[in-house]
């Protein structure tokens, strides 16, 4: 079984991740560490080298994963919305999308989210523009998912309720 966690950055995909595996007796990789063991900190190596050397480490990374099997994977924000990331989680596991209320995300990217290289630097109203516009873009993708879930309690819970929605699901095992 592969389950992918994907959503906005500071969705919570990280989080919920460890507890769905620990839950699930299922080994965690969260693709935005697997990168930093790589290359150190993400966003100086983004600002030297761009984001389109970044999204093809990042494929890179994933195409890994999709070897291995018994995972559950957190994503990176944009993981899923280049070339066709989406299509290969899809049919290689279950994906869930972490839907995180806008005002509760935007509280959560302002409290730990400003040193994300799409959003770095950003404050106020430039922040929030730059949030709605990179979530305008990619929810058609994250909403292709197999499974959406509200994302706005603790990470227990939100875990505890994929785990019990995958345990009724009738080909777990893709």
Not at 26 to 33: A, G, P, Y
Not at 112 to 122: E, I, N
């Given at each position: 079984?592969r389950?992918?966690?994907?959503?906005?950055m500071?969705?919570?995909?990280?989080?919920?991740?460890?507890?769905?595996?620990?839950?699930?007796?299922?080994?965690?990789m969260?693709?935005d560490?697997?990168?930093?063991?790589?290359?150190?900190?993400?966003?100086?190596?983004?600002?030297?080298?761009?984001?389109?050397?970044?999204?093809?480490?990042?494929?890179?990374?994933?195409?890994?994963?999709?070897?291995?099997?018994?995972?559950?994977?957190?994503?990176?924000?944009?993981?899923?919305?280049?070339?066709?990331?989406?299509?290969?989680?899809?049919?290689?596991?279950?994906?869930?999308?972490?839907?995180?209320?806008?005002?509760?995300?935007?509280?959560?990217?302002?409290?730990?989210?400003?040193?994300?290289?799409?959003?770095?630097?950003?404050?106020?109203?430039?922040?929030?523009?730059?949030?709605?516009?990179?979530?305008?873009?990619?929810?058609?993708?994250?909403?292709?998912?197999?499974?959406?879930?509200?994302?706005?309690?603790?990470?227990?819970?939100?875990?505890a309720?994929?785990?019990?929605?995958?345990?009724?699901?009738p080909?777990?095992?893709?």
């Amino acid at each position: 079984m592969r389950v992918f966690l994907i959503g906005f950055m500071c969705s919570g995909k990280s989080h919920v991740g460890r507890e769905l595996a620990r839950g699930m007796g299922l080994r965690h990789m969260d693709i935005d560490r697997l990168i930093e063991q790589r290359i150190g900190p993400i966003t100086p190596w983004f600002q030297a080298n761009g984001e389109a050397a970044f999204r093809a480490l990042e494929r890179k990374v994933l195409l890994e994963l999709l070897e291995q099997d018994d995972l559950i994977i957190s994503t990176g924000g944009g993981t899923p919305c280049e070339g066709d990331n989406m299509l290969r989680m899809l049919k290689s596991g279950q994906v869930v999308f972490l839907d995180v209320p806008f005002g509760l995300l935007l509280d959560r990217i302002e409290r730990k989210g400003g040193d994300r290289p799409l959003l770095f630097g950003l404050k106020g109203e430039a922040l929030r523009t730059r949030v709605e516009n990179l979530l305008s873009e990619r929810m058609p993708i994250y909403k292709q998912a197999s499974m959406q879930v509200l994302a706005d309690v603790a990470p227990e819970a939100i875990a505890a309720r994929i785990q019990q929605a995958l345990q009724q699901e009738p080909n777990q095992d893709r």
